[in-house]
C-alpha cells in the first residue's frame, strides 16, 4: 500500500515521543526514517523502525545523548557518540566535517561510541545538499568471512561517496557484502534465485540460494578477495581514527551490535563550475550499448525516480509492518 | 630467473639516462620500478618499463617536467603534473599531503595532467612509512563496460588504501576490474582459467575464459553493478577535484593513454598508540576455521613476503623481459 510521507513521519514521531523523546529528537529521527522508506530504502525506513524502538527499550541507544568532542588537530577531530542515536551522530558530524571543509578545503571526523546510521546515503546526501562532497563509511558487527576463510569476522561496513550534481546528486551507498541481509531474506520470501551468486552453500559452492547463504553464513565479499581486504582497510581506519570499537570487538562484546565506529569526509569544490566535467562523464558512461531490457545508471539515479514515485502517489509501505507500525 | 635487486634499478638506471634524463631523475624512477619487481608487481615492475621508455620517446611522458601548484585551500591543493612521469609526480604529491597531514590533521591533494603512476601501492606506502594513513586513487582509459553496457566506458581506476603498521604495513591496492588486463594474459599465456569469473564471453554469459574476456571487451567490474558504481565516482572525484580529464576525455582523445587525473590524502595518526586496536583486528580476522589448503591474511601481507624472497634470493624476472631490458 502507499502512505503520504507526512503520515508516515507524523507515525515515527508518535511513537518515539511516546517514549519520552521530545519532539526535536523525535522529529529529527523521524525524518531520516521517512526519507529512507521514501527513496525505496525500506530495510532502513519503516521496516527497520521497530529495532531502533526496541534498541531505545533496551537502553542500548541513549535516545537523550550528544556527541562529545575527544580530540582535534585541525581538519581532523575526534568524537565520542555517547551510544546516542546512530542518525542523529551522523548527521551531526557530516556537518562538523562540513565546517572544517568550509575553512579549511577538507574535514574529516572520526566518531566513536555510535549506533547504527540506517541509510549511510543519508549523510552522503546531506553533504551534497550543502555543495560538498561527501564520504564516509562505518563498521558493522561481523556478517561475512574473510577470504579463504569460512567463519564471519569482517563487518559488511557500507562506504557511501556522493558528489553534488544539479538535477540530482552522485550518491554510491554500498555494503561490501554482494548482498544485505535485507536482501537475501528478501528473496527468500519471493522464493526467487538471486541474480549473480551470493555467497556459498553448506558445501562451499557459489550459490544464487539465499537460503543456503543465510545457513552457511558465508556471504560473498563484492570481488571475492578485493572486498574482503576493502572490508578490513575500513575496519582499521574507522577504529584506528575513532579510537573506538572494531568489528573484533563489537562482535565478541556479545551484546547485540552497538557501539560503532565511523568516518566522515567533506571535501569542498564548486558544483556549478563541475558541472560540465560531470555531465561529460555521465553522458561518456551512458554513451555505450546496452544489454537488452537493462540500463546503464549513475549511482543515484534510480533512488531519484524511486523518491518522486513515493512523493507524488505516497510512500510505498509493506502492510505487514506499517500495521506494526500502527500498533506500537 | 633472479637478478640481484641492485643491478635490475642499475639497468633502469642506465636506460632512462641513455635518454638524456638526469641522474636523480633517473634514479627516482628506477627505484619505482625496482621497488614494484621486487615487491612481485613484475606487470608495473621491469614488465612496463619499456612501455614507460616508448612513451619517453614519444613525447608523452616529458621526463623533466615538474608539477605545479594551480589552486590551494587549507588542507586541499590542486596540481598540474605537467604531463611529467607519473611515479615522480605521484610520490610527489603524496609527500605534499603528508605535510599537509602535518599541520592540519588531513591533507589532500588533486593533480591532473599526469601519467600512470604504475603501482599504487607505492604511494600507500609512502604514506605508512612516514607513518601517516595514506589513500589514493587515479582514473584511466576506459576499459571495462559500466553495468548493464557492453562497451567499455569505465575505468578500472585503482583504489590504494594504507595503514601504518610495526612489522609489515597494511596496503590495499585494487582496480575495479576483478582482473587486471595483465592478470588476464598471464592466465592466456599459462592457458588456465581464471579462478573465478572475470567477464563476460561473446554471447554475455559469465565467464573464467581470459581469452574469451579480452575478445568481448566486457571485463567484470568487482561485484558486478556495485563495482561499476565505485569506478564512476572515483573518476567524478578525480576528475573534479582536478578539474583534469576524465575517463571520458582521456578515452576520446585519440592517444595513449595519458594526462589522467589523481587524488592523494594522508591522515595523521599514531601508529604506536594503536598498535593493539590493529593487532585486534587482524587476530579476529585471522580467527576463524579456513577453507582446506587457503590462509587468510591482510592486505599487503603476502607483497612483504614476496619482497624478503626477492631481497634475499633476488629478484624474480621474466628471462624474456630482462633480455629486453638488456638490450634496451
Redesign the interface.
Known amino acids: 500500500m502507499r502512505v503520504p510521507y507526512d503520515q508516515l513521519k507524523a507515525e515515527f514521531e508518535r511513537v518515539l515521543m511516546s517514549l519520552g523523546i521530545s519532539f526535536d529528537i523525535a522529529q529529527k529521527c523521524a525524518t531520516v526514517f521517512a526519507d529512507n522508506s521514501r527513496d525505496g530504502v525500506q530495510s532502513h525506513g519503516l521496516n527497520r523502525f521497530p529495532v531502533f524502538v526496541q534498541y531505545i527499550k533496551e537502553g542500548l541507544v541513549n535516545p537523550h545523548a550528544m556527541p562529545t568532542l575527544t580530540g582535534?588537530?585541525?581538519?581532523?577531530?575526534q568524537w565520542d557518540g555517547n551510544l546516542g542515536p546512530g542518525m542523529l551522530n551522523a548527521g551531526f558530524c557530516m556537518e562538523r566535517a562540513l565546517l572544517l571543509a568550509a575553512?579549511?578545503?577538507?574535514?574529516?571526523i572520526a566518531l566513536k561510541n555510535t549506533n547504527h546510521w540506517m541509510r549511510g546515503g543519508t549523510y552522503g546526501l546531506q553533504a551534497a545538499e550543502a555543495g560538498y562532497?561527501g564520504l564516509c563509511f562505518t563498521n558493522t558487527t561481523?556478517n561475512m568471512?574473510?577470504?579463504?576463510?569460512?567463519?564471519?569476522?569482517?563487518g559488511n561496513n557500507p562506504l557511501v561517496?556522493a558528489?553534488p550534481k544539479a538535477g540530482g546528486h552522485?550518491v554510491?551507498d554500498?555494503a561490501m557484502s554482494?548482498f544485505s541481509f535485507g536482501k537475501l531474506g528478501q528473496y527468500q520470501n519471493d522464493q526467487k534465485p538471486l541474480p549473480?551468486a551470493g555467497g556459498y552453500d553448506h558445501d562451499?559452492n557459489l550459490t544464487t540460494d539465499a537460503t543456503a547463504i543465510k545457513q552457511s553464513r558465508r556471504a560473498l565479499p563484492?570481488?571475492?578477495w578485493?572486498?574482503s581486504?576493502?572490508s578490513?582497510?575500513l575496519?582499521?581506519?574507522a577504529?584506528?581514527?575513532s579510537?573506538g570499537n572494531?568489528?573484533?570487538?563489537i562482535?565478541?562484546s556479545g551484546k547485540k551490535e552497538t557501539g560503532v565506529s565511523q568516518v566522515f569526509?567533506a571535501?569542498?569544490?564548486d558544483a556549478e563550475k563541475?558541472a560540465e566535467?560531470?555531465n561529460?562523464?555521465?553522458?561518456?558512461?551512458?554513451?555505450?550499448?546496452?544489454?537488452e531490457g537493462?540500463?546503464?545508471?549513475?549511482?543515484g539515479e534510480n533512488m531519484l525516480r524511486t523518491r518522486k514515485q513515493n512523493l507524488t502517489q505516497g510512500v510505498w509501505v509493506d502492510n505487514e509492518a506499517w500495521d506494526k507500525l500502527l500498533s506500537l
Chains 1, 2 share one sequence.
Do not use: H
Open positions: 582535534s588537530l585541525g581538519a581532523l577531530e575553512n579549511n578545503g577538507i574535514g574529516c562532497i561481523a568471512p574473510p577470504w579463504g576463510g569460512t567463519e564471519p569476522r569482517l561517496i558528489i552522485v554510491l554500498m554482494q549473480v562451499g563484492i570481488g571475492f578485493k572486498g581486504g576493502l578490513i582497510v575496519d582499521l581506519l577504529t584506528v581514527l579510537g572494531s568489528t573484533a570487538s562482535s565478541q569526509i571535501i569542498k569544490t563541475n566535467l560531470i561529460e562523464i555521465i553522458t561518456y558512461t551512458k554513451s555505450g550499448e546496452t544489454i537493462q540500463e546503464i545508471l549513475y549511482p
